[in-house]
């Protein structure tokens, strides 16, 4: 690769992933303030409720956190071995999930008035299944796009490392801390659209993902940073 192209491989890779981490971060807010205030990306929250509720011997409410955990899940299911199948063709197996994801959410914000919550909250945990394993490394790095907790841990700890003389952390301490800031401001995108679109919000966060498509690295896996160039 030329000098003028310097770098560009590692922009992509950077571009794509911020990009689908706001579009993590606005479907998690459009879900909370659209459709029960509940966190349908993250399922810590449902384990715990749906815990609390079997406690409670409320085992109907318990049961609709159920539904959302398990279409989770389904959805880390189907986006894992279509994936295999997909690669085993030898096609790009990031960019098509992707692509499945986009028109999920597309379809998803037309039908949502007609749905109830219960079964809108199953549906993006099955998209957020999707999301999260259709692109979650740059090489050994690993993140999330669905939620920002880990990605907060390793930007601390690669930071940490810094500060402690490991300069190779630099970079990795900057790629993590932006997908933090994504996480953020893709939830403030949809805290401010969702009043004025309503279930249309997903719209705009279907073309975060299609944009993240056209962004990221032809690449599939994305190599490690280091042989990127």
Request: charged content about 10%; overall charge neutral.
């Amino acid at each position: 690769m030329s000098s003028d192209g310097c770098g560009s491989q590692r922009a992509s890779a950077v571009m794509a992933s911020t990009l689908i981490t706001a579009a993590g971060g606005a479907l998690d807010a459009w879900v909370y303030l659209a459709h029960g205030h509940v966190f349908a990306n993250a399922q810590t929250g449902n384990v715990a409720l749906m815990m609390v509720a079997t406690a409670d011997g409320n085992f109907a409410q318990a049961g609709s956190h159920l539904t959302s955990l398990a279409a989770f899940v389904a959805g880390l299911f189907v986006s894992r071995q279509t994936g295999r199948l997909l690669k085993h063709a030898k096609l790009n197996s990031r960019d098509i999930r992707l692509g499945v994801e986009c028109v999920l959410l597309t379809a998803l914000g037309f039908a949502a008035d007609a749905l109830s919550d219960h079964t809108v909250i199953a549906c993006v945990g099955f998209i957020a299944g999707l999301q999260i394993t259709s692109l979650s490394h740059i090489g050994q790095w690993s993140f999330n796009s669905g939620m920002t907790t880990g990605n907060l841990r390793g930007a601390v700890s690669a930071l940490s490392k810094v500060l402690a003389g490991e300069q190779e952390e630099r970079a990795h301490a900057r790629v993590l801390g932006a997908l933090c800031a994504a996480f953020g401001l893709g939830a403030l995108m949809a805290a401010w659209l969702t009043p004025r679109l309503g279930n249309l919000t997903l719209l705009p966060v279907a073309a975060l993902v299609a944009v993240t498509i056209a962004a990221a690295p032809r690449l599939d896996p994305i190599p490690d940073w280091q042989n990127l160039r």
